[in-house]
């Protein structure tokens, strides 16, 4: 499956931090969402072959990277406290998306 | 853009009886899924049933089905045999040409014993 870690992390207004994902073994395709407490997620971008083909409405400071081995991060820079929420990670075999995408348990962020 | 909207915010169920979960959604595309995922306490997204848009059946995996009227842009997911196990969050999404997934803000189920 789909593991994300850690699996809860706190951090302070203004500061870094960068989540980690390993996609399902054989996917080729990773997806970043946002879910704020009591909402459904949002996307926030997809990577495919190591490139970001796909962006929601994030601003630059959500950045990413996807690595040969499938395996991929979500950084965000100068963290505000509205970023607190649970960061799910998706994978899945490129357009395959229709076959529904496999997700990680996600991170818990808080922003103190 | 595409939009997905689930009208209960909370349902309940008897243990053993029938719920149906609403969800409507907006989109100009003609080739697009939709999806039901579950969301329990662990947090981790569960496909339960997945429907074509080109296709006019039903989707149904055992006791979950679904009622699709692609000209009303209507999805409801149908629970018959409700089980404790099925209490969760249930979160309808779409994806269409884009290939992101858009989901509806969620529908809270709590099955009653």
């Known amino acids: 499956g789909v593991t994300q870690s850690p699996t809860h992390l706190i951090k302070t207004r203004g500061q870094q931090v960068t989540l980690r994902c390993s996609s399902q073994s054989g996917h080729n395709t990773v997806s970043w969402y946002q879910q704020a407490l009591g909402q459904g997620p949002q996307f926030i971008f997809q990577y495919y072959r190591e490139e970001e083909n796909g962006r929601g409405n994030f601003p630059p400071r959500f950045s990413g990277l996807q690595f040969p081995n499938d395996s991929s991060e979500l950084n965000v820079n100068a963290l505000e406290l509205d970023d607190s929420a649970l960061y799910l990670c998706?994978?899945?075999?490129?357009?395959?998306?229709?076959?529904?995408?496999?997700f990680g348990s996600g991170t818990r962020l808080t922003v103190v | 853009a595409q939009t997905v909207t689930q009208s209960q915010p909370e349902m309940s169920v008897q243990e053993a009886e029938t719920v149906t979960l609403s969800c409507t959604y907006d989109t100009s595309e003609s080739d697009y899924y939709l999806f039901w995922y579950k969301q329990p306490p662990s947090r981790q997204m569960i496909l339960v049933i997945r429907q074509e848009a080109y296709k006019q059946q039903n989707a149904t995996e055992n006791r979950f089905s679904v009622n699709f009227q692609k000209a009303a842009k209507s999805f409801s997911l149908k629970i018959s045999d409700s089980q404790l196990g099925d209490a969760a969050m249930y979160f309808c999404?779409?994806?269409?040409?884009?290939?992101?997934?858009?989901f509806g803000q969620g529908t809270r189920l709590t099955i009653n014993p």
């Open positions: 998706a994978s899945s075999l490129a357009g395959t998306g229709g076959y529904g995408y496999t």
């Open positions: 999404a779409y994806i269409g040409g884009a290939q992101k997934l858009v």
